[in-house]
């Protein structure tokens, strides 16, 4: 039963130019003596990974290859295991297709940012109290639609104003307590 692979490889940078073209033709060469037929191979090249672990040694960019080819699903073990122990290879990636190979005629390079999310329309949005604040700019730090306290022409000032009244029902607690113990 013949099936359809991709094979991904992350090659060590650090390996050499000409190591990492004989390693990515070593593995093609394995492949086609399992009786696989491999149908396409990309070089994409040097790219930045997208974390580091201990068992990657560190590097922070590899080189990539991918294999596109088919073949009977006992090639593969035999294949994990000889990239298990090639020190030029990182990390490896077989995946199992199922449909046609896709193809990507070229990739882009890593400074482009593909994604570009549509731009929200501006009315959707709702005031931002840093910028669109139609109090003007003398505004005081308090609740939404509270006058600006700033100017001093009220009477008394709501800081003060509260004091008191939480003053008043400790008093009157006072003098109760005094009632109940027969004290007047």
Known sequence: MVKKYELVLLIDPQVGDNQIETTIQGYKQRLEDANAEVLHVD?????KLAYTS??????????????QFSGPPELIKPLEVAMKLDEAVLRH?????DGEFLRVPQLAPENVYIYNPPE?????????????????EGR???PPGRPNDSGGD???PAAPAAAPVAAEP???????????????
Do not use: K, T
């Open 43 to 47: 070089h994409w090249g040097l790219r």
């Open 54 to 67: 201990a068992a990657m040694q560190g590097r922070q960019q590899a080189f990539y290859a991918l294999y």
């Open 93 to 97: 990636l077989f995946i199992s297709v």
């Open 120 to 136: 929200r329309p501006r009315e959707r949005r709702g005031p931002r109290r840093d910028r669109d604040d139609e109090r003007g």
């Open 140 to 142: 005081s730090d308090g």
């Open 154 to 156: 009220s009477a008394a």
């Open 170 to 184: 400790a008093a009157a607690a006072v003098s109760e307590g005094a009632g109940d113990n027969g004290e007047e």
